[in-house]
């Protein structure tokens, strides 16, 4: 029963930040739109009469509609789409016995967590990896590389998946999966907002910049600025940040599905010793998955900057804890038989 | 006056016997259900066993006694019938696959022919898949015991002709029981 509250209260939570996560984004853009017509407007209103005037605030309109619609895409078409960006192909028929062994853990998975069967998909990549996406339960995919069939064994495999199948029941998926749309979006719009401003600011200066500007103008420009410069840093810290905390939960569920942590833990083992990047899988969806696709650049690169940036927690930590459980319910096993 | 609150509590009442009615048969359903699912496999399972035996018996065929006790032990679950007894049956019924999987260890060639290789993963499958439905099964009849025997649902169990479900008990040692999880470390981590 307490299993019961539990998965319940980590649902809500998901929902619950995945609408926070919605309107944080949908303001953020709004702020982005009418920032920038609240400076423009400012920085023309003293202008000679007959030049430019911005008034109608065209650019939050149009910000605002492109937020809205980019939500509905990622809510509608988000999982489709972060499959179709690792080059994922579905798998139907399966082909080899390893296919048909990936098939049949995922079917074990999908009755010992209660649920549907998600949908299967492959992608051709020899770093062992792995990720659920998807809206919820019944929409649910799981992706597994080419690698991961390769070199786990069963049981390893199956801890996988069972992995994953925790990230679909808790709701993870959702949440994620709208983390990667909109993650996407920002660093989108923060280009292409560098790239207009780069040229509109070469057009002010030819038209000889006499640096009388408002100044309220000048500091709402520059907060402006600097909000697109962070955000796409700031939206890839918040979708680490989410991810990492449900990676121990999904390792504990996932370990309670198969009875057998240990096999989690090995496989962690075998994904920890691959240390080639999966090249499949881009940063945008680099928190989806069960291990970081690439390990080390992060830590090598920004040194205890890693702690903060990393989208999974140190995966020595997360297989200490699985040997943990292991050997409570080794422990329990040898309590509870008579000798 | 009075008629009104008489009416109101008489309304409550129903309203309670309808909601505890209607969670009993949900639950009842849901039993059945966990239990369809068992049945499934189960017949999967006893349609892969002589696709097996014929597999092997060509290169096993002095393990005779070994595959006749699949055999019987299959037939013998095939006819089972109540929770106990299915119960009984397939546990045998695992031991005896058991022992002809162990044997096959020592026919490499019978193992490179795929086909064997294959086989065997589909029942290891099978197998995983009657285990887990076995947990779910196991989960809901509890639940569903449970609710029918406290009160004050028990008045309404008459009603709803409900009657204990039998729990499918294994015997085996070797079952792994389910892992605890410690949430507290996981909130210390994040």
């Avoid at chain 1, 309220?216 to 520059?222: C, H, S, T």
């Avoid at chain 1, 918040?238 to 240990?262: C, H, K």
């Avoid at chain 2, 002589?50 to 679950?77: H, Q, Y």
Wanted: hydrophobic share 45%; charged share 20%; proline share 4%.
């Amino acid at each position: 029963m307490s299993d019961d509250a539990n998965l319940f209260a980590q649902q809500q939570s998901n929902r619950r930040r995945s609408r926070l996560l919605t309107i944080g984004f949908m303001l953020f853009f709004a702020w982005v739109g009418f920032g920038g017509d609240l400076a423009l407007y400012l920085i023309t209103a003293d202008a000679p009469p007959d030049s430019y005037h911005h008034i109608i605030p065209f650019i939050g309109v149009f910000s605002v509609a492109a937020a809205g619609a980019i939500c509905w895409y990622s809510w509608r078409h988000g999982a489709e789409r972060v499959l179709w960006a690792t080059g994922a192909w579905e798998l139907i028929e399966p082909a080899t016995p390893e296919q048909k062994q990936l098939v049949n853990v995922v079917e074990e998975m999908a009755i010992a967590s209660g649920l549907p069967r998600p949908r299967v998909w492959v992608i051709a990549d020899p770093d062992p990896n792995a990720f659920a996406t998807g809206r919820d339960a019944a929409s649910a995919s799981i992706a597994v590389t080419e690698g991961l069939l390769a070199k786990l064994s069963r049981d390893e495999l199956q801890a996988v998946v069972a992995h994953e199948m925790a990230h679909v029941r808790n709701l993870d998926v959702r949440l994620m999966t709208l983390l990667a749309g909109m993650v996407g979006a920002i660093a989108l719009l923060s280009d292409g907002m560098g790239r207009v401003i780069g040229r509109g600011s070469r057009v002010t200066a030819r038209r000889g910049g006499s640096g009388k500007g408002n100044p309220l103008g000048i500091v709402i420009l520059v907060l402006w600025l600097l909000t697109l410069v962070v955000a796409p840093v700031v939206s890839r810290v918040l979708a680490m940040a989410v991810s990492r905390r449900r990676e121990y939960l999904a390792d504990a569920t996932g370990a309670q599905l198969t009875r057998n942590p240990m096999a989690l833990a090995s496989a962690l083992e075998k994904l920890a010793a691959a240390t080639d990047p999966t090249k499949s899988i881009t940063q945008g969806a680099a928190h989806l998955c069960i291990v970081d696709p690439a390990p080390g650049v992060l830590s090598a690169r920004e040194g205890f900057l890693a702690d903060f940036i990393a989208s999974h927690p140190p995966i020595r930590q997360r297989i200490i804890r699985l040997r943990g459980m292991g050997y409570q319910q080794a422990k329990r096993e040898a309590m509870e038989t008579p000798a | 006056m009075a008629t009104i609150v008489l009416l109101v509590v008489i309304g409550v009442i129903v309203l309670w016997v309808i909601g505890a009615y209607n969670g009993l048969i949900s639950l009842k359903n849901q039993v059945v259900n966990g239990w369809k699912q068992i049945d499934v496999q189960l017949k999967r399972r006893h349609d892969l066993i002589p696709n097996l035996v014929n597999t092997v018996k060509g290169a096993m065929d002095f393990e005779r006694s070994t595959l006749d006790a699949v055999i019987s032990a299959r037939n013998r679950a095939v006819g089972a019938s109540g929770v106990q007894q299915t119960a009984r049956a397939e546990g045998e019924l695992t031991q005896a696959l058991g022992r002809l999987f162990a044997l096959t260890e020592a026919y490499p060639d019978l193992k490179a022919t795929g086909n064997v290789a294959q086989l065997q993963e589909e029942l290891t499958s099978t197998e995983n898949k009657i285990g887990f439905a076995r947990q779910l099964y196991n989960d809901v009849a509890t639940q569903y015991n449970t609710r029918q025997m406290q009160f004050p649902t028990n008045l309404v169990a008459g009603l709803a002709k409900a009657s204990p479900a039998e729990l499918w008990e294994i015997e085996d040692a070797a079952e792994r029981s389910v892992p605890i999880v410690d949430l507290s470390a996981n909130k210390r981590g994040a």
